[in-house]
């Protein structure tokens, strides 16, 4: 199959599902659960939200390890090895 055939099957792969996925949420709002799964994704969304006071706590302390690690030989749980790069890759 050439590449043309490939692209082809590719984009109507693609539309079928966009419009699997448009049925399915027009019959979804039709019969009123489509109400229903927005407030179950909304409250999932809630649960796992990570206040962002903690994700910069984890941020601070992966650097204060990522610096230990580059200090000393075992100076971090992170094992770090000092490179340097003076060129971005060509290839």
Same mark, same amino acid.
């Given at each position: 199959?050439? /590449?043309?055939?490939?692209?082809? *099957? +590719?984009?109507?792969? !693609?539309? +079928?599902?966009? *419009?699997? *996925?448009?049925?399915?949420?027009?019959?979804? /709002?039709?019969?009123?659960?489509?109400?229903?799964?927005?407030? &179950?994704? /909304?409250?999932?969304?809630?649960?796992?939200?990570?206040? =962002?006071? %903690?994700? %910069?706590?984890?941020?601070?302390? #992966? !650097?204060?390890?990522?610096? *230990?690690? #580059?200090?000393?030989?075992?100076? =971090? %749980?992170? %094992?770090? #090895? &000092? =490179?340097? +790069?003076?060129? #971005?890759?060509?290839?």
């Amino acid at each position: 199959m050439g /590449k043309v055939a490939v692209g082809a *099957a +590719v984009v109507c792969a !693609a539309a +079928v599902c966009t *419009a699997a *996925a448009l049925v399915v949420r027009h019959r979804m /709002k039709s019969s009123g659960k489509w109400s229903r799964a927005v407030a &179950i994704l /909304k409250e999932f969304e809630e649960k796992c939200r990570t206040p =962002s006071s %903690k994700l %910069k706590q984890v941020a601070d302390a #992966l !650097a204060v390890e990522m610096h *230990a690690g #580059l200090a000393s030989d075992g100076g =971090s %749980k992170l %094992k770090m #090895l &000092i =490179s340097y +790069v003076d060129n #971005l890759p060509t290839g």
